[in-house]
Structures are given as structure tokens and as C-alpha cells.
């Protein structure tokens, strides 16, 4: 079975751009999960969607969102891009949602530098 | 704010030793505990999950969880060098978010 799909793998961008990141989830999942990863900060989860809802969101600004199609795919997009975005965005995707024992699985991240 | 707390280390242990990593998280209501490893530069990687209080063993890695004391391990026997990087704790309350640690880097000596 495929695991979880992003693209793209890397992105250069400047300040005051915006970007579009996105997540494929293992086959059958259907809730997928974003977080942002930068060095001392650790896993900052961004939200949560499962059936094209957004289930839970994170403590980031409105200059970050996202939506889950029908297909359990999943985009993120940041507009107005800051040097402070500059981190790895990891999607990650589990069976179901509302339970607490889904496990989450990790794809490989988008790594974006914002210049 | 539900707070999960892991020693940054870095930890040092010896081919062969036995590692041990902590993790302490602030919310009684916590469900579900998993451990994720993580090699600089790659996305984290399941090891194992715990739910029930006591010990789950899977292989090497033995996970420990006691709820009373808000407390979950992860411990390594048998330590490789390929063991090295970045452990991640991770807890769930009440739905599919997950808290994570900021991490324990372990350094496996040859």
C-alpha cells in the first residue's frame, strides 16, 4: 500500500508570495492532519480535516489554510509568505477521525525556504 | 494548553545499552500515547502506540505508560548506531489531534 504523498518535495519562495502544498493520504484514510515543523519548535500542528470538513485547528494566523476534497486529498496554502514560514510542512493521515486510537503516518514533507 | 514534555538531551548511550526516553504530559484526560522516531532530515516515523497503563513490547522498544503519573517511556534495548535520532512523543485527547513533544535526540556511541 502507497503511504502518504506530498508535493512538491521542495520550494523556494519570496516574501509576499503565496504557496499551495499537497498531501495525497494512504489509501482509505480519510482524515489528514498538517503540521509545521521548524528547529526548537518542535511538531506545530496547523489543522485537521476529515470528510472535507475541518475537524480542529491549530494556533496559527488566517494566513494559513486549507481544505480536503472528496477524494481525501488534502491542500494547504499560505498566502503572504513571511521569512518565519520558512520551516517543513508535514501532512500526516489516519484511518478515521473522533477516535483516539488512529495512528497517524507521516509523508515524506514539503520543505519551504521563503526568501 | 495540553503540554507535552520531553528532555531535549541530547542523549548519549552505548552500542548495546539500553536508552531510555521520557515523556510527561500535562492533560489526565490524554488517551492514546505514540512514539515516533525521526533521522535528520525525514519525516517522523511510527515506532509504537500505548494506550492501557503497564508495559507494551515490540521487539526492541518496550513502551511504558502510567497514567497516574502523566508519565510515558520509551526504552531501547540492545542500543544501535542506527537508532540515532530524534524521538518524538505524541499524545491524544478526545479526537484525532495529536500533542507533540519538541523531542529527545539519542546518539548511539559505536
Known amino acids: 500500500k502507497a503511504g502518504v504523498t506530498q508535493t512538491p518535495r521542495y520550494l523556494i519562495k519570496t516574501r509576499g508570495q503565496q504557496v499551495t502544498l499537497s498531501c495525497s493520504p494512504i489509501?482509505?484514510?480519510?482524515?489528514v492532519s498538517w503540521y509545521q515543523q521548524t528547529p526548537g519548535q518542535g511538531l506545530q500542528f496547523l489543522f485537521e480535516?476529515?470528510?472535507?470538513?475541518?475537524?480542529n485547528k491549530g494556533n496559527f494566523p488566517g494566513r494559513f489554510s486549507g481544505r480536503q476534497f472528496s477524494n481525501s486529498r488534502s491542500e494547504m496554502n499560505v498566502s503572504t509568505l513571511e521569512l518565519g514560514d520558512s520551516a517543513l510542512y508535514l501532512c500526516?493521515?489516519?484511518?478515521?477521525?473522533?477516535?483516539?486510537?488512529?495512528?497517524?503516518?507521516f509523508g515524506p514533507g514539503t520543505r519551504l525556504t521563503v526568501l | 494548553q495540553k503540554e507535552v514534555e520531553q528532555n531535549s538531551g541530547p542523549l548519549s548511550v552505548p552500542e548495546g545499552a539500553i536508552a531510555s526516553l521520557n515523556c510527561t504530559y500535562s492533560?489526565?484526560?490524554?488517551?492514546?500515547f505514540f512514539w515516533y522516531r525521526q533521522y535528520s532530515g525525514k519525516s517522523p516515523e511510527l515506532i509504537m502506540f500505548?494506550?492501557?497503563?503497564g508495559d507494551k513490547e515490540d521487539g526492541r522498544f518496550t513502551a511504558q505508560l502510567n497514567k497516574a503519573s502523566q508519565y510515558v517511556s520509551l526504552l531501547i534495548r540492545d542500543s544501535q548506531p542506527s537508532d540515532s535520532a530524534t524521538y518524538l512523543c505524541?499524545?491524544?485527547?478526545?479526537?484525532?489531534?495529536?500533542?507533540f513533544g519538541t523531542g529527545t535526540s539519542l546518539t548511539v556511541i559505536p
Open positions: 505524541a499524545v491524544t485527547y478526545r479526537g484525532n489531534q495529536f500533542y
Open positions: 492533560d489526565r484526560g490524554s488517551q492514546s
Open positions: 489509501s482509505g484514510h480519510r482524515s
Open positions: 500505548i494506550y492501557s497503563n
Open positions: 500526516a493521515s489516519s484511518l478515521e477521525a473522533g477516535g483516539a486510537y488512529n495512528e497517524q503516518f
Open positions: 480535516y476529515f470528510s472535507e470538513t475541518q475537524r
